[in-house]
Antibody
């Protein structure tokens, strides 16, 4: 069955970096784009961007340009999110999510379990 | 960016009651809308895509409708397991955007 399994929770200090992984199984990794979604505690969902799993090209939402990097280990069917120079406002759960292409739009049909990143001094 | 305005913010319903949640887009999204359910501590689950298509495995009491800028999610006959937060999402244009969520509880 299709699964996206993410790495474990992280506790970091401001200014540090963190790398989160998302390992896909049960389908051909390069056939579907991988997206990243942020959810701050008690808040809604915010789309961060996506990575083309075939070419490796990342696309970032405006609020996530600069300190955020999407990457792949395609041979391991894994997508990664790295956040540098962490700030308190980066405290959130980060989800990876696969998109399926609809007739006119794309939708998130499978999600990872989420990684809680806590930034605190 | 396309803004998604979701209402109500919270809702309580009795078992067996019909529930409706609304989502309005700031521009025509041509039915490029999905609905998700999220339970505490879990990831969102896709319920409806293309405004009205039921995702595999989702109970038939869930249905979606709408067009243009106005969309709705209906749960006919509320069940205990339907408690959670519901989000709409437009997948037509980047950046993809979500509604602010509707918290649904049993009365």
């Amino acid at each position: 069955q299709i699964q996206l399994v993410q790495s474990g929770p992280e506790l970091k200090k401001p200014g540090e970096s963190v790398k989160i992984s998302c390992k896909a199984s049960g389908y051909t990794f390069t056939d579907y784009a991988m997206h990243w979604v942020k959810q701050a505690p008690g808040k809604g969902l915010k789309w961060m961007g996506w990575i083309n799993t075939y070419t490796g090209k990342p696309t970032y939402a405006d609020d996530f340009k600069g300190r955020f990097v999407f990457s792949l280990e395609a041979s391991a069917s894994t997508a990664n999110l790295q956040i540098s120079n962490l700030k308190n406002e980066d405290t959130a759960t980060y989800f990876c999510a696969r998109t399926t292409e609809g007739i006119v739009a794309d939708y998130f049909d499978y999600w990872g379990q989420g990684v809680m990143v806590t930034v605190s001094s | 960016d396309i803004q998604m305005t979701q209402s109500p913010a919270s809702l309580s319903a009795s078992l067996g009651e019909t529930v409706t949640i609304q989502c309005q887009a700031s521009e025509d999204i041509y039915s490029g809308l999905a609905w998700y359910q999220q339970k505490p501590g879990k990831s969102p689950q896709l319920l409806i895509y293309g405004a009205s298509s039921l995702q595999d495995g989702v109970p038939s009491r869930f249905s979606g409708s709408g067009s243009g800028t106005q969309y709705s999610l209906k749960i006919s006959s509320m069940q205990t397991e339907d408690e959670g937060v519901y989000f709409c999402q437009q997948g037509l244009k980047y950046p993809f955007t979500f509604g602010s969520g509707t918290k649904l509880e049993i009365k």
